[in-house]
């Protein structure tokens, strides 16, 4: 079974614009979380979807979206982009909403100009 | 608020070394707790997964534990080698996975 598939690999931006990342969860997970993690730090949880509910929210202002459709797959959208938001974005995915062993994508590495 | 420390933040050590990596949180209401090891630039793979009802759990030369009451999980890495080096990040399941800034591991041959 394939894991949890993360598109694109890598991605350069300039400031101001958007982006789109996308996120397959394994087959028969129903629970997909997004997180950031800038270089030397841990990841930092933005939000997590259960059958196609946002389920919860990090502290990351609005311009950080997300949704999940209803094959489970997920998008995460950030929106007038900044340098700050430069970060490998990870997404997991897990079978139910809570307390489930986590797995995680390989990321997309944002780089914004 | 969950709160994840880990320490030693950065480790050192020739190959064949037994190692202990240890993790601290502070809600301990907690049901289980995961360990992940990051290469660089790279995602989360999964160690071990310990229940509360298990408190240890092994998977070759890895062990972990997990005391609730104190707040408290260690990793020991049996006889390392230097394909062990990486960063070990430990973290609650829960709503909101709250991770810590990681011990980043290097051994030398």
């Known amino acids: 079974d394939a894991g949890v598939t993360q598109s694109p690999t890598h991605l350069i931006k300039t400031r101001g614009q958007h982006v789109t990342l996308r996120c397959s969860p394994i087959s028969g997970h129903k629970s997909v979380s997004w997180y950031q993690q800038v270089l030397g730090q841990g990841p930092q949880f933005i939000f997590q979807?259960?059958?196609?509910?946002?389920?919860g929210r990090g502290n990351f202002p609005d311009r950080f979206s997300a949704r999940q459709f209803p094959n489970y797959s997920s998008e995460l959208n950030v929106n007038a982009l900044l340098l700050g938001d430069s970060a490998l974005y990870l997404c997991?995915?897990?079978?139910?909403?809570?307390?489930?062993?986590?797995?995680f994508g390989s990321g997309t590495q944002l780089s914004v100009l | 608020k969950q709160e994840v420390t880990q320490i030693p933040a950065a480790l050192s050590v020739p190959e064949g070394e037994n190692l202990v990596l240890n993790c601290s949180f502070t809600d301990s209401a907690i049901y289980n707790l995961q360990w992940f090891r990051q290469d660089p630039g790279k995602g989360l793979t999964s160690l071990l997964l310990?229940?509360?009802?298990?408190r240890e759990q092994t998977s070759g030369r890895l062990n972990a534990s997990l005391d609730k009451s104190s707040g408290r999980s260690t990793l020991y890495i049996a006889a390392s080698q230097p394909g062990d080096s990486a960063t070990y990040l430990c973290a609650p399941p829960g709503d909101k996975l709250i991770f810590g800034t990681g011990t980043r591991l290097q051994v030398f041959p």
């Open positions: 997991a995915s897990s079978f139910s909403a809570t307390n489930e062993k986590l797995f």
């Open positions: 979807y259960y059958e196609k509910e946002e389920r």
């Open positions: 310990i229940q509360s009802s298990q």
